[in-house]
């Protein structure tokens, strides 16, 4: 009886360490299948990144940086004196036509969070959280063409009245709000609801009512993911191009007025790069110029992001 205890006592400890070391070996194929993903990102951002630098010390052996970044005026496609490669015009299109979307998407995506983490019923929240998911999946040309098509002539010019031209800044700022707010509430609605409910809980035992409890105790406990939806969102709108590319026009401009032409860095690098422009040439390069600026305007966004959001995650974990 002893030695069969023994030996099967032996089979035992065998097993164990045979399903230890097969369970040890699916672990390491997974961890080395995920180093290989994050390789794979850091390798392809790098080449990115290399790439663009190449070509912007290029172009800035030949241009002045003092002319690129102070410039008033981006003719970079005509020749002789009538070239010119002021990136101002730019940025200020890509910034003012973001300022336009976000005046439509904060408040709209806020309220829509608001709404669908506190107050909307299950049913509700399940039929329209995905809705507003399929709107932020939809391919932006069709947003460009909505824009093109129906907000400038019908809403801007029948409705109110407005005399813009065919292609113009407001339309395309507004659409691009459209855009941009289904990420602003899903993933401020996200961070709504990560919030305790015991914070909810004793928030009405104090007697706060429901848009109290709302906006007083879980907006604040959210905020850092709040946060973080509306710099993700406005990142978005930086980086949109076929919107900006088909409503907006291809006129860089400094104007005030949004009922005008107006191009951003990204839609010129759309419409630029789709053009016959020998490579290895000045014109050529300013693809890749506009492209490096943008991806650093970007890069500073989302440090800005990642501090902003760890700070106020310290106040209120």
Do not use: H
């Not at 069969?4 to 299948?33: F, N, P, W």
């Not at 065919?166 to 899903?186: C, D, H």
Request: aromatic letters at 8%.
């Amino acid at each position: 009886m002893n030695a069969v205890s023994t030996t099967s006592a032996e089979r035992v400890r065998a097993d164990l360490v045979r399903a230890r070391s097969a369970r040890s070996a699916r672990e390491s194929l997974i961890k080395g299948l995920l180093f290989l993903a994050a390789l794979l990102s850091v390798a392809t951002t790098t080449a990115i990144v290399v790439t663009l630098l190449q070509q912007t010390i290029s172009f800035f052996g030949e241009v002045s940086p003092l002319a690129y970044f102070a410039g008033t005026k981006w003719t970079p496609l005509l020749s002789g004196d009538q070239q010119s490669f002021g990136v101002l015009p730019l940025l200020w299109g890509t910034f003012y036509l973001t300022g336009i979307g976000l005046l439509v998407a904060v408040p709209c995506g806020l309220l829509a969070a608001i709404y669908l983490a506190e107050f909307a019923k299950p049913k509700v929240r399940k039929t329209v959280k995905p809705i507003l998911e399929l709107l932020a999946g939809m391919p932006t040309i069709i947003f460009g063409y909505f824009a093109l098509t129906f907000v400038t002539p019908v809403i801007l010019r029948d409705v109110f009245g407005i005399p813009v031209s065919e292609f113009n800044g407001l339309a395309a700022g507004l659409v691009l709000g459209l855009l941009v707010t289904p990420t602003i509430a899903s993933v401020a609605e996200d961070a709504m609801r990560s919030v305790p409910q015991s914070l909810r809980e004793g928030a009405y035992g104090l007697g706060a009512g429901r848009l109290q409890v709302a906006l007083r105790v879980v907006f604040p406990a959210a905020l850092s993911g709040i946060v973080a939806a509306l710099i993700l969102g406005a990142s978005r709108a930086i980086g949109e191009t076929v919107i900006i590319l088909i409503a907006g026009g291809q006129s860089p401009s400094m104007s005030l007025n949004p009922t005008g032409s107006f191009q951003s860095m990204a839609s010129f690098i759309a419409a630029t790069a789709r053009g016959d422009i020998p490579q290895g040439t000045l014109k050529y390069e300013t693809i890749f110029v506009v492209g490096f600026t943008l991806f650093c305007v970007t890069l500073l966004l989302n440090a800005v992001s990642t501090r902003v959001v760890s700070r106020y995650r310290q106040v209120y974990e």
